[in-house]
């Protein structure tokens, strides 16, 4: 990342870590065009966990009038990623995921709120084994909630964090 955009980005990741995510929430738009459309709003990103909004909207939902399946992975997938943001140092490691799993469970109703947030314990590990090998792998799990609080998807997101020493560049 250009230094510029790095202190930005930071600065803007301190203050949604303060509660205050709009600017964050926005640059996250810009930086993945692909979530644009979906207007996904961060609400929450803490060690505790992070939390997104996923409005209901014309262009996120399917031919039934509901919340479109890729939508919700869509939303799943940014919750976890988010977790892995507030985890790890972007500047020192490359984020990527590898794998993508989504389990529906019923027709959502409304908007959506993704959540996602670290078992006891994982962190700290994977911090150790990063330390220690330079690169991890490791899958986060979300809880995708409709308007009426019923739970509506599962997904499973596998990460890779790999230190940028350890990248090999052609």
């Not at 980005?9 to 301190?14: E, F, K």
């Not at 984020?95 to 109703?109: A, C, Q």
């Amino acid at each position: 990342m250009k230094t510029s955009v790095a202190r930005i980005m930071t600065n803007a990741l301190h203050r949604a870590k303060a509660g205050k995510p709009w600017r964050f929430s926005r640059i996250m738009q810009e930086l993945i065009p692909f979530n644009r459309p979906h207007r996904i709003s961060v609400l929450e990103i803490s060690p505790s966990g992070c939390t997104v909004d996923l409005p209901h909207r014309r262009r996120n939902l399917n031919h039934l009038g509901t919340m479109h399946a890729c939508a919700l992975a869509t939303a799943g997938e940014f919750v976890s990623g988010l977790n892995v943001i507030e985890a790890f140092e972007l500047s020192e490691y490359r984020l990527i995921m590898s794998h993508l799993e989504v389990e529906y469970h019923r027709r959502p109703e409304g908007g959506c709120i993704a959540e996602s947030s670290w078992s006891e314990g994982v962190l700290e590990s994977l911090k150790t084994e990063l330390n220690k090998e330079g690169v991890v792998a490791f899958s986060l799990t979300s809880k995708l909630t409709d308007s009426v609080n019923a739970h509506v998807a599962t997904t499973t997101t596998k990460w890779q964090v790999k230190s940028w020493k350890k990248i090999k560049s052609k």
